[in-house]
């Protein structure tokens, strides 16, 4: 007894793979633009298609190969409007017609590899109106490869199209781009995601919360096929017959939304007990902790662009209405100054996060600095207050509200900025940070100090995150945008500490006292007069 096997399933992504212009989210500016050129009969010889992954590349490649040999008994000419499916429709979409080469780029890296291709660009196409080569990532071809393929690429046979596609347009020679026509695919943002899987899930018969599908549009961070594999992945797993947010949320490790504004307001308001709470609650519910910093980022770039632009810029919130609304509230109560640095300080603590061995950890760290930092004044707000008598203190201040004062002139933060890697030691001690002087003094080669851009190497022995602490305790402390980077430690000076004791072996007593006694050591100095 034989059995008939079942359907091959298809995932959501090949599934609703669209086939036609009309199928294409977006990307109006580059229909109507082929449109033009094709009733103009002004068809480039060469195309670029540039994106994230998961905008459509590869699928846009097919639709255009499709649309230059479009053939009906109706129609046989290039065009846009393919209203049926032509006679090489099929071949096409399905990568196996003989006029249609598709290439990867990313395993065929050779010149020999382009060398095959451009013999058989000397060949008419078999069936088709044109030849049509689909060369995906093609910024993975080497140099060599590339200025192989110039020649041909400048002046191809009539009969020949070229399509490229690629992520990293930057690293594609200029001599290759100035000779094809270039095609920018924009990720897609959230709110249109959310809406097209909604009717994704529709024609899927599934029923899915609109909370649910707003989460996966962020998820998805612009990409249509990341969106539908997450959709897919949502159907599978939900619980009962709808998609729930709370089931999505749990299925990424995804922060719960509603928290996020409300772990924001306790950080910057200092209330580091409540603060570690909410976000040890999310942590044990399965929101991964980078995900949290993420969803902070976000919540800082919405009040910021609220505040800076007004009411109308909180529309751009990934979480619709009730981010719109938390971000106004928010943005009335905060300082520019006071978000930026929040902002600084989150994505300090983002990057510990990603490389630290213990990421819920570093996430805790990064929630205590931040929280420490919401305290202290902005730069206005001191000079305002070093502004008024002694013993007095403006009624209502509030560090964390928005400051009326005009900003420190940049004279007078260069004047109260830290000059030298000694003065930074300094500050570390006038802030109680006896810990991280120690560190700065026996870790820190300073390689140069320019305004708020420091950089320097690390001695040996040094924790690997030291110059990003360093860089948050500075914002903190100054309430500037530092910029602490590494550099070459050839470059470097002696630490703090070194310095010192090279000093010391320089003095002319200690010089002596050495020549007296031989192969002797300093086991310590004390200042004279001492009773240690």
């Known amino acids: 007894m034989t059995t008939t096997p079942p359907d091959d399933y298809q995932v959501l ?42 905008v459509g590349k590869t699928t846009t490649a097919r639709i255009m190969a499709r649309a230059l040999n479009y053939e009906t008994d109706e129609v046989d000419r290039p065009t846009v409007d393919m209203k049926e499916e032509g006679k090489h429709c099929r071949a096409i979409a399905e990568g196996r017609h003989p006029d249609v080469i ?78 094809c026509q270039r095609f920018d695919l924009k990720r897609f943002d959230g709110e249109t995601l959310a809406g097209y899987l909604g009717e994704i899930a529709d024609k899927e018969g599934v029923a899915a919360e609109e909370g649910a599908l707003r989460i996966l549009g962020r998820a998805a961070q612009g990409s249509v096929r990341d969106g539908l594999s997450l959709l897919d992945q949502a159907i599978l797993s939900r619980e009962g017959e709808t998609i729930e947010a709370e089931a999505v949320r749990r299925m990424i490790g995804l922060a719960d939304r509603s928290a996020t504004w409300p772990l924001f307001t306790q950080v910057l308001k200092g209330e580091t007990d409540e603060a570690l709470a909410s976000f040890r609650h999310q942590y044990d519910y399965g929101a991964d902790p980078a995900e949290v910093l993420r969803d902070l980022l976000e919540v800082c770039h919405l009040a910021t662009r609220v505040k800076a632009a007004g009411k109308d810029a909180a529309r751009k919130g990934a979480g619709g209405p009730s981010d719109a609304e938390a971000a106004v509230a928010l943005a009335e109560q905060l300082s520019v100054p006071a978000l930026t640095r929040a902002w600084s300080l989150l994505m300090k603590a983002l990057e510990e996060t990603r490389s630290a061995p213990d990421p819920a950890a570093a996430t805790e760290i990064g929630l205590i600095r931040l929280a420490y930092a919401s305290a202290l004044p902005t730069p206005a707000e001191v000079l305002s207050r070093a502004s008024l008598p002694a013993g007095e203190e403006r009624e209502g201040a509030d560090p964390r509200r928005a400051a009326p004062e005009p900003p420190v002139p940049q004279a007078q933060k260069a004047a109260d900025r830290p000059q030298t890697l000694a003065e930074i030691a300094a500050l570390a001690s006038a802030n109680n940070d006896l810990i991280l002087r120690e560190e700065i003094e026996r870790f820190v080669r300073l390689i140069s100090l320019k305004g708020t851009k420091l950089t320097a190497a690390l001695a040996e022995g040094a924790q690997e995150g030291l110059l990003g602490k360093l860089q948050a305790a500075l914002i903190g402390w100054t ?43 300093i086991a310590k100095v004390r200042p004279l007069g001492s009773k240690e």
Request: no cysteine.
């Open 13 to 54: 992504a090949r599934k609703y793979r669209p086939s036609s212009f009309d199928d294409l989210l977006g990307h109006e500016v580059m229909v109507r633009t082929l449109r033009h050129a094709f009733e103009a009969d002004r068809i480039a010889h060469a195309f670029i298609l540039t994106g994230v992954r998961g």
């Open 102 to 179: 598709e290439m990867d780029a990313a395993s065929r890296t050779g010149v020999d590899d382009i060398r095959e291709l451009i013999e058989g660009v000397r060949y008419a196409p078999t069936v088709a109106r044109y030849k049509v080569y689909i060369v995906d990532e093609v910024h993975m071809l080497t140099k060599n490869a590339f200025n192989a393929f110039l020649k041909t690429l400048e002046e191809p046979p009539p009969h020949v199209k070229f399509i490229f596609a690629t992520t990293e347009i930057r690293k594609v020679p200029i001599t290759v781009l100035s000779r």
């Open 479 to 521: 309430g500037e945008p530092w910029d602490v980077e590494r550099g070459d430690p050839g470059a470097a000076e002696p630490t703090l500490k070194e310095a010192r004791a090279r000093a010391i072996e320089e003095h002319p007593l200690v010089k002596e006292a050495l020549k007296v006694f031989p192969g002797a050591t």
